[in-house]
């Protein structure tokens, strides 16, 4: 259930609140709005919250249940759109989030060409796997730790703060030593214990859909993070299974609208992972940033025809500046700014990617 306290609560009466519901074997999660607090209660003793009557306290306007399943990342909770703010760079709320990079570091030269050119075109971060979820057990699962010393690497040379995956609690410690944002695969959107100990380290989480995920359990997986006090996610769409064999997955374009009208965190697209085909990602892109999507992550090679790992959809590094350019125009069109791009004039726009 949620507090509303009334616009001139007093810091007293708000600490006083926390306590009950503290005092009752609940977590109290505070949200400071522009106007007014609000206070969730939130724990396995709900009944007992529920039966404390906290309406008639100094300051309180109104006790209200959270309807949805998930309540924390609920827009029910949290009205306006949540803008974060990692390593000096937004998203939410109109600030636009290019994160590209390689699928997997491969080699240094191969990893800092990338990111130079990431840099160079205003992207908002670098993404970079070093721990890989591989379908064969016999292909290239990254190179682990080397790898996370590179992207500390990249991220000294070209500012650009670093998104990489975790795929394990054992990873965790070594991530944490480089990663700027904690990417959570598809394949472990439902491992629970990694949610929770993500969820308590604090890191700012990039969530991506699970293949076979519904939006409501995908929204649920986001609220074992924010549970642990970790409310800084960013939900990420990126292709689901269906009968279609023509794409690697079917992008659910409609699942951008349909999540942002439930959580307030933001919401961004992998046009990569979803189409699987170089030539795809520019028109599944420029949809996804039309639809209202606050960033997008997409995979970008030196030499992709090389690539260990998905090399058919990686974006031609050289080619990449004209890609940025064309959907650049439609975070115009759409009243966003790129985050980390704005001293980077928004080029002339070409369709060659
Ligand atoms: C990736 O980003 O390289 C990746 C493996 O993504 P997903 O978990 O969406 O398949
Ligand atoms: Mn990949």
Known sequence: MMIVMQDAAS????????????????????VRGEFMTVIGAIGDDRELVASMSLEGEPG??????????????SREFHREDRVLEIGGRKIGGGHFALIAGPCTVETREQTMETARVCAAVGATFLRGG????????????????PALEILAEARAETGLPIVTECMDIRQLDDVLEVADIIQLGARNMQNFDLLQEVGKCGRPVLLKRGLSNTIEEWLLSAEYIAKEGNDQIIMCERGIRTFETATRATLDISAVPVAQGLTSLPVIVDPSHA???????????????????????????????HALCDGPQALHADRFAAWVADVRRCIDLMGKVMSGSESIPAGVAGPDH
């Open 275 to 305: 189409a699987g085909k170089r030539d795809l990602i520019l028109p599944m892109a420029r949809a996804a940033v039309v639809a209202g999507a606050d960033g997008l992550i997409v995979e970008v090679h030196p030499s992709p025809e």
């Open 130 to 145: 070093a721990y890989k979820p591989r379908t064969s057990p016999y292909a290239f699962k990254g190179l682990g730790k």
């Open 11 to 30: 810091e007293d009466q708000i600490a006083h609140i926390i306590q009950r519901i503290e005092d009752a074997g609940a977590k109290a999660h505070v």
């Open 60 to 73: 309180v306007e109104k006790v209200l249940p959270i309807l949805k399943p998930f309540k924390l990342v």
